[in-house]
């Protein structure tokens, strides 16, 4: 089975589950499989991504995995900790269907519940298709010791963010242990929480996209990025300080965001768009709000590598820290062409399982890249003055 842990999961689904069960119980979703790169699946592998799926209602945390939850985790409170002994994944909540080369994947039930599944399904997907298909990892110790040895060259902070589309759970493991052999220092952790646990290092995440999509869809696109930075902030009270900045584009979010969550946050996350560009208007709008850039920090995340993270930490220059997390050019550079898929949150309902749909869609700094129904994305353009 490809999903063997409970905590081989991003820790950003954690962090994102608590605050929707504080302040959003009631709250029921849909989300659903987007296959941007049009990778043809290969016969009968909806049948057995559902022997995958199926599997997963047998994990449960272990005692070592509480352990180490509530020695790094210290935002999530004992209360949430006990919640997470007792949850089972539904399979029920997945419906998975197959035409042809064409897969879907759709996700539905209580958002508490069903935020658990996007992460782990992804690994299943791109995991169970190179199996499928007979890939075989090449040059994983060899590639992986240069990168890291490049990184600390460069004086680069950066994280493992790599478990959504890493070629195998083995692979990912053997990146993340050469990474911390041979950057030191420089290697500051994972988003995984199982292989956190595993090197004894700091999980690392904080929000997602759909917390922005949800309070787009239920409060208006206009009242989206501060409604979820201040609901963030009821939740966790300072920690977990890392703003995702593009779910309504940069500008957008820029518009809004408050001189008191500027200062209160410790930084934003590029995630789509020029990252030079980026840089500058994060820079210029502490410097317009009288706030230190260096006190600040961007956390770099988009379609990174060694050449991307050098170019942006010579135009930043050390006027704002900068940190990298880097995905899928570690987990998946093995010698094949890594799938590019998404799942997102497509509709909601607030607060009664009957009520009407409201739709979820999510713009970004690169147009080609938007999701959700279109009518709807054209709406938000409209509404945020993005037309």
């Not at 220092?185 to 956190?196: Q, R």
């Not at 940190?323 to 093995?334: K, L």
Request: glycine share 6%; hydrophobic share 40%.
């Amino acid at each position: 089975m490809i999903i063997k842990h409970f905590s081989d999961n991003d820790l950003y689904k954690f962090s994102v589950m608590l605050a929707i069960q504080k302040l959003y119980p009631w709250a029921y979703v849909k989300y659903a499989f987007t296959n941007r790169g049009g990778t043809q699946f290969p016969e009968g592998f909806a049948e057995r991504m559902k022997e995958e799926v199926a599997f997963m209602a047998n994990l449960k945390m272990t005692k070592e995995e509480k352990k180490f939850i509530k020695k790094r985790c210290y935002f999530f409170d004992p209360v949430f900790v006990d919640f997470l002994m007792g949850y089972r994944y539904d399979p029920e909540e997945v419906t998975i269907t197959q035409n042809g080369g064409d897969l879907s994947v759709v996700i539905e039930g209580y958002w508490y519940r069903t935020v658990l599944w996007e992460v782990p399904l992804m690994a299943i997907i791109s995991e169970l298709y190179f199996k499928m298909t007979g890939a075989k990892p090449e040059g994983v110790e060899e590639k992986t010791k240069a990168k890291a040895i490049a990184l600390k060259d460069l004086e680069a902070d950066y994280s493992e963010f790599g478990t959504r589309r890493r070629f195998s759970f083995d692979v990912q493991d053997e990146v993340i242990g050469l990474l911390q052999k041979h950057s030191g220092e420089y290697f500051k952790g994972t988003s995984n929480m199982y292989f956190a646990m595993k090197y004894d290092t700091i999980p690392i995440g904080t929000m997602p996209h759909e917390w922005f999509m949800y309070h787009g869809a239920f409060f208006g696109y206009r009242s989206a990025n501060i409604k979820a930075l201040e609901a963030w902030v009821d939740v966790y009270d300072g920690s977990l300080g890392i703003a995702l900045t593009d779910t309504y584009t940069t500008d957008s979010f820029f518009n809004s965001f408050s001189l008191k969550q500027a200062k209160l946050f410790d930084g934003v996350r590029h995630d789509s768009g020029d990252p030079l560009t980026f840089a500058d208007k994060t820079i210029e709008f502490y410097k317009q709000n009288r706030i230190d850039p260096v006190s600040k920090t961007i956390v770099f995340s988009d379609s990174l590598n060694i050449e991307a993270v050098k170019a942006i930490k010579d135009h930043v220059a050390g006027r704002i820290h900068d940190t990298y997390g880097i995905g899928t050019f570690f987990s998946n550079d093995v010698g094949v062409k890594a799938l590019n898929m998404v799942i997102k949150l497509i509709d909601i309902k607030a607060h009664k399982k009957d009520a009407d749909f409201l739709q979820a869609v999510k713009l970004s700094d690169v147009p080609g890249k938007h999701t959700g129904d279109q009518k709807e994305i054209q709406l938000s353009k409209m509404t945020l003055g993005l037309e």
